[in-house]
C-alpha cells in the first residue's frame, strides 16, 4: 500500500482544505465534534436544516456528490478524489448523515435504471440536499431474506396502467423526513420468491401513505414503520422491467454495504480520551494496567480496520475495484462499537446509569451502545454478511435452501397470510 497522495492528489486535497477553511459551519465545529453514533450533537440549531444549509452549500460550490456525473448535480471527479474529500470534511462530514442513503444508495439505483427525464428530474435536487430520500425495502418478516417481501403491487383495473400498492415496510430510516422513496414490492406471487418483484419509486406524501416513527432505546425515533393503503404509482415511476426487481435490488444492496461498511466508526478515539482524561481512585486510568490491555486490544481492532479499509483506497487510487473490505469493515466495526461503548460504561461506574445531562461525556456513549446493535443488522445482518464472506470470498459451499425453485405462494408462512 501506498499512504502518499500523488502530485494531482495532494493539490486537490489542498484545494478542498482552502475551501473548507473559508465556506465550512465553523460555529457548529465543536457541537459535531460531540456528535456520537445515532446522535449529531446539534442542539443550538435545526439538524435538518443545518445539515441541508450545507449541503446546498457544497453543490452550489460543485463539492456535492463529488461522483456524480455534473448532469445529474454531482462534480464529475475520481473515486479517490472523493475519498479525499471524506477525509478531509472532518467533523462536518456528521451534516451529511440525513443525505447518507439518498446520495448513497437511491441515487445510484436512479441513476441506473431510470429513463433521462426522470434522472434530470430527480437527482440533482437529491444531490443539493433540496430533497431527501429512504429506502423502503424490509418488512415484518422480510429482513435479512429480502426475497420474503409480501407488500403487493397490482395493476389497477381502470386502464390507466397505475399500479395500487398494500402492505407494510418497517425499519425504514429516515421515512419521516423524507420527500421520495425507493420501493420493492411483489407483483407475482406464482413465481419463485427472487423473480416476482418489482420496483418503483414514489413520493412519500402520496395518498395512503402512513408513516409511524419507532421510538428506540437510545430515545430518538429514527427507523419508522410505513404502510401502503391502496397507493398509487403511475407506471413511468418503474424502474426496470415487470419482475426484475431483484436485480434492481442489487444496485441498492451493494452501494448500501459500501456506503455503511466504508464510514462505519467503533468509537476508539472518543474512549481513548475519555481514558486519558479521567481518575480511577485517585490516580489515572491508564495508569492501570487493564485498562491500558483493554485500551492496547481495541487499537488493534481500530488498526486493522484503518488498514483494511487503505486497502480499498489504494485500490481506488490505482482505478481498481475493491474487494470484499467493506463487508468485513462492518461486520468487524459493528461488533467492536458494542463493546466499546460497554466497556465506557463499565468504567464510568454508577454513573454509566445515568443518561442526562449529568452523564460523563454527556451521554456519548450511553448513546452510542443503545444505537450500536442496529449495526448488527442494518446493511445487511451480520449472518448475512458472513455468508457473504464465506460463499464469495472464500469460496466455501453454500447454505441448503429448500425454496429456491418454489412459487412464493406454496413457501409456507409460520401462521402468516399467504400472498
Given at each position: 500500500m501506498?499512504?502518499?497522495?500523488?502530485?494531482?492528489?495532494?493539490?486537490?486535497?489542498?484545494?478542498?482544505?482552502?475551501?473548507?477553511?473559508?465556506?465550512?459551519?465553523?460555529h457548529?465545529?465543536?457541537?459535531?465534534?460531540?456528535?456520537s453514533?445515532?446522535?449529531?450533537?446539534?442542539?443550538?440549531?435545526?439538524?435538518?436544516?443545518?445539515?441541508?444549509?450545507?449541503?446546498?452549500?457544497?453543490?452550489?460550490?460543485?463539492?456535492?456528490?463529488?461522483?456524480?456525473?455534473?448532469?445529474?448535480?454531482?462534480?464529475?471527479?475520481?473515486?479517490?478524489?472523493?475519498?479525499?474529500?471524506?477525509?478531509?470534511?472532518?467533523?462536518?462530514?456528521?451534516?451529511?448523515?440525513?443525505?447518507?442513503?439518498?446520495?448513497?444508495?437511491?441515487?445510484?439505483?436512479?441513476?441506473?435504471?431510470?429513463n433521462?427525464?426522470?434522472?434530470?428530474?430527480?437527482?440533482?435536487?437529491?444531490?443539493?440536499?433540496e430533497?431527501?430520500?429512504?429506502q423502503?425495502?424490509?418488512e415484518?418478516?422480510?429482513?435479512?431474506?429480502l426475497?420474503?417481501?409480501?407488500t403487493?403491487?397490482?395493476?389497477?383495473?381502470?386502464?390507466?396502467?397505475?399500479?395500487?400498492?398494500?402492505?407494510?415496510?418497517?425499519?425504514?430510516?429516515?421515512?419521516?423526513?423524507?420527500?421520495?422513496?425507493?420501493?420493492?414490492?411483489?407483483?407475482?406471487?406464482?413465481?419463485?420468491?427472487?423473480k416476482?418483484?418489482?420496483?418503483?419509486?414514489?413520493?412519500?406524501?402520496?395518498?395512503?401513505?402512513?408513516?409511524?416513527?419507532?421510538?428506540?432505546?437510545?430515545?430518538?425515533?429514527?427507523?419508522?414503520?410505513?404502510?401502503?393503503d391502496d397507493?398509487?404509482?403511475?407506471?413511468d415511476?418503474?424502474?426496470?422491467e415487470?419482475g426484475?426487481?431483484?436485480?434492481?435490488?442489487?444496485?441498492?444492496?451493494m452501494?448500501?454495504?459500501?456506503?455503511?461498511g466504508?464510514?462505519?466508526?467503533?468509537?476508539?478515539?472518543?474512549?481513548?480520551k475519555?481514558?486519558?482524561?479521567?481518575?480511577?481512585?485517585?490516580?489515572?486510568?491508564?495508569?492501570?494496567?487493564?485498562?491500558?490491555?483493554?485500551l492496547?486490544?481495541?487499537?488493534?481492532?481500530?488498526?486493522?480496520?484503518?488498514?483494511?479499509?487503505?486497502?480499498?483506497?489504494?485500490?481506488?487510487?490505482?482505478?481498481?475495484?475493491?474487494?470484499?473490505?467493506?463487508?468485513?469493515?462492518?461486520?468487524?466495526?459493528?461488533?467492536?462499537?458494542?463493546?466499546?461503548?460497554?466497556?465506557?460504561?463499565d468504567?464510568?461506574g454508577?454513573?454509566?446509569?445515568?443518561?442526562?445531562?449529568?452523564?460523563?461525556?454527556?451521554?456519548?456513549?450511553?448513546?452510542?451502545?443503545?444505537?450500536?446493535?442496529?449495526?448488527?443488522?442494518?446493511?445487511?445482518?451480520?449472518e448475512?454478511?458472513?455468508?457473504?464472506?464465506?460463499?464469495?470470498?472464500?469460496?466455501?459451499?453454500?447454505d441448503?435452501?429448500?425454496?429456491?425453485?418454489?412459487?412464493?405462494?406454496?413457501i409456507?408462512a409460520?401462521?402468516?397470510?399467504?400472498?
Amino acid at each position: 500500500m501506498d499512504f502518499n497522495d500523488t502530485p494531482q492528489e495532494a493539490e486537490f486535497r489542498k484545494e478542498v482544505r482552502t475551501w473548507l477553511d473559508a465556506n465550512a459551519p465553523k460555529h457548529l465545529e465543536d457541537e459535531l465534534k460531540r456528535a456520537s453514533f445515532g446522535s449529531n450533537g446539534l442542539e443550538s440549531e435545526d439538524p435538518i436544516k443545518a445539515s441541508k444549509a450545507w449541503q446546498k452549500k457544497k453543490a452550489e460550490a460543485g463539492w456535492a456528490c463529488l461522483h456524480w456525473p455534473k448532469e445529474y448535480g454531482g462534480g464529475a471527479r475520481s473515486a479517490m478524489e472523493r475519498v479525499i474529500w471524506g477525509q478531509e470534511e472532518g467533523p462536518y462530514s456528521v451534516l451529511s448523515g440525513l443525505f447518507t442513503i439518498g446520495h448513497g444508495m437511491c441515487g445510484p439505483t436512479v441513476m441506473e435504471w431510470a429513463n433521462e427525464e426522470w434522472k434530470e428530474r430527480l437527482l440533482p435536487p437529491l444531490a443539493s440536499g433540496e430533497e431527501v430520500w429512504c429506502q423502503l425495502f424490509s418488512e415484518p418478516a422480510s429482513g435479512s431474506d429480502l426475497a420474503g417481501l409480501r407488500t403487493k403491487a397490482v395493476k389497477a383495473d381502470d386502464g390507466s396502467g397505475d399500479w395500487i400498492i398494500n402492505g407494510q415496510k418497517i425499519w425504514t430510516s429516515g421515512a419521516q423526513n423524507s420527500d421520495w422513496g425507493l420501493l420493492i414490492t411483489r407483483t407475482n406471487p406464482d413465481v419463485p420468491k427472487h423473480k416476482g418483484l418489482t420496483m418503483f419509486f414514489l413520493r412519500m406524501d402520496s395518498p395512503g401513505v402512513k408513516i409511524v416513527p419507532i421510538k428506540q432505546a437510545n430515545g430518538a425515533s429514527g427507523f419508522n414503520e410505513v404502510y401502503f393503503d391502496d397507493v398509487r404509482i403511475p407506471d413511468d415511476q418503474r424502474l426496470g422491467e415487470v419482475g426484475n426487481g431483484w436485480k434492481v435490488s442489487l444496485t441498492t444492496l451493494m452501494n448500501e454495504r459500501l456506503s455503511i461498511g466504508s464510514g462505519m466508526s467503533t468509537g476508539f478515539p472518543e474512549l481513548f480520551k475519555f481514558c486519558m482524561d479521567m481518575d480511577i481512585d485517585g490516580e489515572a486510568a491508564t495508569a492501570d494496567s487493564g485498562v491500558r490491555s483493554k485500551l492496547a486490544q481495541f487499537a488493534v481492532k481500530q488498526s486493522g480496520l484503518k488498514y483494511t479499509g487503505m486497502r480499498a483506497i489504494s485500490a481506488l487510487s490505482k482505478g481498481e475495484t475493491p474487494g470484499p473490505e467493506n463487508s468485513i469493515g462492518k461486520l468487524v466495526a459493528g461488533a467492536t462499537m458494542q463493546e466499546l461503548a460497554m466497556y465506557a460504561l463499565d468504567l464510568q461506574g454508577e454513573a454509566g446509569a445515568l443518561w442526562n445531562e449529568e452523564s460523563p461525556q454527556n451521554g456519548r456513549f450511553q448513546a452510542m451502545l443503545m444505537r450500536s446493535p442496529a449495526t448488527s443488522i442494518e446493511g445487511g445482518s451480520d449472518e448475512i454478511l458472513r455468508n457473504i464472506i464465506g460463499e464469495r470470498v472464500l469460496g466455501l459451499p453454500g447454505d441448503i435452501r429448500v425454496d429456491k425453485d418454489v412459487a412464493f405462494k406454496d413457501i409456507p408462512a409460520s401462521g402468516r397470510a399467504k400472498a
